[in-house]
């Protein structure tokens, strides 16, 4: 082929394809970067996991368990013989170191006496109740009828402290000399009668039983509440 023919041929390819493109820089292909495993740590989050599992079970554990202990089911004041209907059962959580009875025991409390004060739906504790006879040696219970104005208006219930003083004969002058004053503890009331007089059984220790008797007689005394002995 002549030249100048061969020149012309390469110009005409030259044209068809176009101008020349620049050449696209490509990224280079990054390498990811290993991360370094900390094999403390994942000791740590794993004794953490084993942790927290034990102690949700300890808790759900303490939770579901319970056991069934004796409650008083009425006020039972001191040294009242019990009764089935002063008693009941019920399932508890009892934390660690409280005294209960078990429920399984509850026929063996019938006749027994209370020790001290009872509340409707305390856990009794074998302390709480006593074979021993009633009153205990040393004291006594006297019955002392009183009629409104001789009683506070608040209530005085079993287990309240209380004094018994008496009182001069209506429309005489006050004593000059210090009352006669009986202190004891409240151990029942009794309904108030048509006329509006109450027995209230006082317990007191035995060289004031006979006083307070002769107190009552008369009728002229009076009940005072008074604090409880820290």
């Excluded at 009242?80 to 008693?87: C, G, K, V």
Aim: aromatic share 2%.
């Amino acid at each position: 082929m002549p030249l100048l023919t061969k020149i012309k041929k390469k110009a005409d390819d030259s044209a068809a394809a176009g101008p020349e493109q620049p050449a696209i820089p490509t990224a280079a292909a990054t390498t990811p970067i290993r991360q370094r495993r900390r094999p403390a740590f994942i000791a740590l989050g794993v004794a953490l996991i084993i942790v927290c599992a034990l102690g949700a079970f300890w808790l759900v554990d303490r939770l579901s368990t319970t056991t069934q202990v004796v409650v008083a089911a009425a006020d039972v004041p001191e040294g009242q013989r019990l009764t089935a209907e002063d008693l009941t059962v019920t399932d508890v959580t009892v934390p660690s170191g409280v005294a209960t009875i078990p429920g399984s025991d509850l026929d063996t409390l019938v006749g027994q006496r209370s020790v001290g004060q009872l509340e409707k739906g305390t856990l009794l504790a074998p302390s709480d109740v006593s074979t021993d006879p009633f009153p205990a040696a040393g004291t006594a219970v006297v019955g002392v009828r009183v009629s409104a104005g001789q009683i506070p208006t608040n209530d005085v219930d079993p287990g309240d402290p209380i004094q018994i003083v008496g009182t001069p004969r209506e429309g005489d002058d006050p004593p000059t000399g210090d009352a006669p004053v009986i202190t004891g503890t409240v151990q029942a009331i009794s309904a108030p009668s048509t006329d509006g007089v109450v027995v209230v059984d006082v317990l007191v220790s035995s060289d004031q039983s006979a006083t307070l008797a002769a107190l009552s007689a008369t009728g002229r005394i009076s009940v005072v509440l008074v604090p409880e002995e820290e």
